[in-house]
């Protein structure tokens, strides 16, 4: 555990440094810096037993290093997958390489997007860390990766790009295929969260709730691991996708006193309320909650975008300061339940084929 709070703690003494130095690149860049070094640095040097899937992923590198590429294309996952991890078998054949290229692309991306739309960092880092955004690749790599580059497409999104959008989305797709349910995602994020708007989401759950079942059957083409996804699961994921109901609602009600960064907040909020959808929908469908419940993450990450804008249209400050208490207080008790609840994320080990 006392890894893992470190780790927050730097990132979030280097989001405040940043914020109050934003006038400032090259504050901005050496703080920053070191919050990347040391996410990144957490996520490398954790041993196997961290994380559900993090033998298999070792498994996975074990059979594409030292192979020709033809070789390592053979394997039942995802091209891209398999291309970066033959790429850094080319490099060396110690896993802890490999969990650190994984880290640099996926704290990367969420980065650099969050540096660019985040008003206020330590917030978003805060949400960012805390809602398991960050600790999602530890377990899920594929999906991890497939996810943080959706994040990417971002700025697409907001520019009405498509074309770049679905590109930047059918890439992400080759590290997991799951990445495409980011594709309709475009035609229902636009604009301001309304009625219809809510509606059209709603209709899109159940959509995905009818189409499930095929929708698996044709992932498990790419990878039959895909058909534990539409397994029956025992009471899995109520605990989490109550917590997102709940911000949902409150985020709904808090719209109407949203001034500043009003459009963005509109369209990150239609983007989140899309992922607590699919949340709800897996728990209603009784589905294994690694599965269905996972696609969540592709929308729910935006919490580290929205929490800022909240907290900024706030003016009186006594207020803004008791709220943001209480919003780290819950966060930190929220993290800490999901470290020791899900993912096999501790105890905490370091690889010690790194010191040998």
Wanted: proline letters at 2%; one cysteine or more; hydrophobic letters at 55%.
């Amino acid at each position: 555990m006392f890894y893992y709070i470190a780790n927050l703690l730097i990132v979030l003494i280097a989001a405040y440094i940043a914020q109050r130095g934003r006038a400032s690149s090259v504050t901005v860049k050496v703080t920053m810096g070191i919050a990347f070094l040391s996410m990144v640095t957490l996520a490398a040097i954790r041993d196997d037993i961290v994380g559900t899937d993090t033998k298999d992923y070792i498994i996975i590198f074990g059979r594409t290093h030292a192979v020709s590429l033809q070789e390592a294309l053979t394997g039942n996952v995802e091209v891209g997958y398999l291309v970066l991890n033959w790429l850094v078998g080319c490099i060396s054949t110690e896993f802890y390489v490999l969990f650190a290229v994984i880290a640099i692309i996926v704290v990367g991306c969420y980065q650099r997007v969050i540096l660019r739309y985040a008003v206020n960092y330590e917030i978003a880092f805060l949400a960012f860390i805390t809602m398991g955004t960050y600790t999602f690749f530890f377990n899920g790599a594929r999906q991890g990766i497939a996810a943080a580059i959706g994040a990417l497409a971002i700025p697409f999104l907001l520019e009405r790009r498509l074309y770049a959008y679905g590109a930047c989305i059918i890439f992400a797709s080759l590290f997991h295929v799951s990445a495409l349910i980011l594709l309709p995602a475009y035609f229902l994020a636009h604009g301001h969260n309304t009625l219809k708007r809510n509606a059209q989401i709603a209709v899109a759950g159940i959509v995905l709730a009818l189409g499930f079942n095929a929708l698996v059957s044709i992932a498990s083409g790419f990878d039959e691991r895909y058909e534990t996804y539409s397994v029956a699961g025992v009471g899995g994921g109520f605990v989490t996708v109550s917590i997102l109901v709940i911000f949902a609602l409150f985020l709904l009600w808090n719209k109407h006193f949203i001034v500043r960064h009003e459009a963005l907040y509109h369209t990150f909020l239609n983007m989140y309320l899309m992922g607590v959808m699919i949340a709800v929908v897996a728990v209603a469908a009784g589905v294994n909650p690694s599965g269905l419940l996972r696609l969540s993450v592709y929308f729910t990450w935006t919490l580290a975008l929205i929490w800022p804008i909240v907290f900024v249209n706030i003016t009186d400050r006594p207020r803004r300061h008791l709220i943001f208490f209480l919003f780290f207080c819950g966060s930190v008790t929220y993290y800490l339940l999901l470290l020791y609840s899900f993912s096999s994320m501790l105890p905490y080990q370091i690889n010690p084929d790194i010191f040998s």
